[in-house]
């Protein structure tokens, strides 16, 4: 009962605190008619194979927002243990690995070879830390009468330096946002945290799955300022592209080798 009072203590804290921090380095991106760039976005997991890396072009700012696909690029992505994989592009845009493994600690490198420029991306498994329940504490703040929010419940490590990202579904509908934390600020503690939902609401009785991401710094800084940029929050960042962890020629994207986990709970009627 201690530990749950404390979490609820905790929450204020970690939502002020959130809304408090900023991105370090931003690229300014041009608004109007820019030459199209390489989109490159890819995920290793612990679970199960295959894996996909996707690779389109932009479009224009005033263009629709539907992104050409690249076909017939070199993907490659090897491991620290020698497995090297040449991936095979099973629809436009989308190249699919056979043989590799995603494993938690192990370091996976990406290479893409495309239209005569060469890509590259490097990427480290974080261990897992267990998603254990889900806490959902009623919505004070809104007008609507029995609405609630998540807390997702794990113990960060001792050692400093984690990086999550949740997804939150409610009833099996994905919101169509996301959350990134650090360990900045509860280095080593239960989780506090609160997720917020920006289209979905829960109440009594709805099935609620949230999916956690442990994923590495690089790809940290690379979501929270894009989740920066999405939120139309007034006194933002300046509008510009996320910095990639993908080097080599210029691309956008990112390349991301994380763990992946479920677990499911109802609010209380």
């Given at each position: 009962m201690n530990t749950v009072n404390n979490i609820k203590s905790l929450i204020l804290f970690f939502v002020v605190a959130t809304l408090l921090m900023s991105c370090e380095k931003e690229i300014s991106i041009d608004l109007?008619?820019?030459?199209?760039?390489?989109?490159?976005?890819?995920?290793?997991?612990?679970?199960?194979?295959?894996?996909?890396?996707?690779?389109?072009?932009?479009?224009?700012?005033?263009?629709?927002?539907?992104?050409?696909?690249?076909?017939?690029?070199?993907?490659?992505?090897?491991?620290?243990?020698?497995?090297?994989?040449?991936?095979?592009?099973?629809?436009?845009?989308?190249?699919?690995?056979?043989?590799?493994?995603?494993?938690?600690?192990?370091?996976?490198?990406?290479?893409?070879?495309?239209?005569?420029?060469?890509?590259?991306?490097?990427?480290?498994?974080?261990?897992?830390?267990?998603?254990?329940s889900l806490i959902f504490n009623p919505l004070i703040f809104s007008s609507q009468k029995d609405l609630y929010y998540t807390v997702p419940i794990y113990t960060d490590p001792e050692e400093p330096g984690n990086y999550y990202r949740f997804y939150l579904f409610v009833n099996g509908k994905k919101d169509n946002s996301y959350s990134v934390f650090n360990d900045n600020l509860n280095n080593g503690l239960v989780n506090g945290r609160p997720l917020f939902g920006r289209d979905t609401?829960?109440?009594?009785?709805?099935?609620?799955?949230?999916?956690?991401?442990?994923?590495?710094?690089?790809?940290?800084?690379?979501l929270f300022a894009l989740s920066q940029l999405s939120s139309g929050r007034p006194g933002g960042v300046t509008p510009s592209n996320p910095t990639t962890n993908i080097s080599g020629d210029y691309a956008l994207g990112y390349f991301s080798a994380h763990t992946t986990q479920q677990v499911a709970g109802t609010p209380p009627k």
């Open positions: 109007g008619t820019v030459e199209p760039q390489i989109v490159i976005e890819g995920n290793i997991t612990d679970a199960p194979g295959p894996y996909y890396i996707r690779i389109s072009r932009t479009v224009n700012f005033s263009s629709q927002n539907n992104f050409p696909a690249v076909s017939n690029a070199l993907v490659i992505i090897s491991d620290d243990k020698g497995v090297s994989d040449t991936l095979t592009e099973t629809s436009p845009g989308v190249y699919i690995t056979k043989k590799i493994e995603g494993a938690p600690k192990s370091t996976y490198f990406l290479t893409v070879s495309t239209e005569g420029r060469n890509y590259h991306s490097t990427s480290t498994m974080p261990k897992r830390v267990n998603l254990d609401e829960i109440k009594s009785g709805d099935t609620v799955t949230v999916e956690m991401h442990c994923i590495d710094k690089n790809i940290y800084n690379y």
